[in-house]
């Protein structure tokens, strides 16, 4: 019965997991959709790089989705979520500390918005990164 328990939690954080791409995925369509900015210090992202940041959401999402049913994928499946998780962190951090231009939509990111994406994504990318280390050992 512990591994029913273990294996419905796993295919229930990699669905979790293939939903936290979704507004980053949603942010780049709709900004392509209403022609609106999205600038990250002095990068202003072109619609080419919307396309390819939608993209490369869309394979996290996949493998994340994949991952639900194809137990051999959940260690790099977490491994790479927890790794973009933790990047996206790392960019917000480093945002609260030496501040730059962060505009979506034509509209400046709150600094509290970046906050709050810190204390959301950094424990959910560590959260992939164990589920990870631990799907890759227990085998379940």
Known sequence: MELKV???F????????????????ACHYYRI????????????????????????YTLLI?????????RSLRPISGLVAGLVHL?????????LRAYFKFEIFNL?????????EVLIVIPFGIA??????????KRV
Do not use: D, Q
């Open 108 to 116: 400046e990111w709150p600094l509290n918005a970046s906050l709050r």
């Open 87 to 95: 990047a996206l962190g790392v960019i917000h951090i480093i945002r």
């Open 128 to 137: 992939c990164l164990l589920v990870s280390f631990y799907s890759n050992n």
């Open 62 to 70: 996949s493998l994340a989705i994949l991952s639900v049913s194809i």
């Open 33 to 56: 959709e209403t022609v609106s900015s999205f600038v990250i210090g002095s990068w202003s992202l072109t619609v080419s790089e919307s396309y390819l940041f939608m993209l490369f």
């Open 6 to 8: 273990k294996e419905s």
């Open 10 to 25: 796993l295919r229930i954080f990699f669905g979790i997991t293939a939903c936290s791409f979704m507004p980053h995925w």
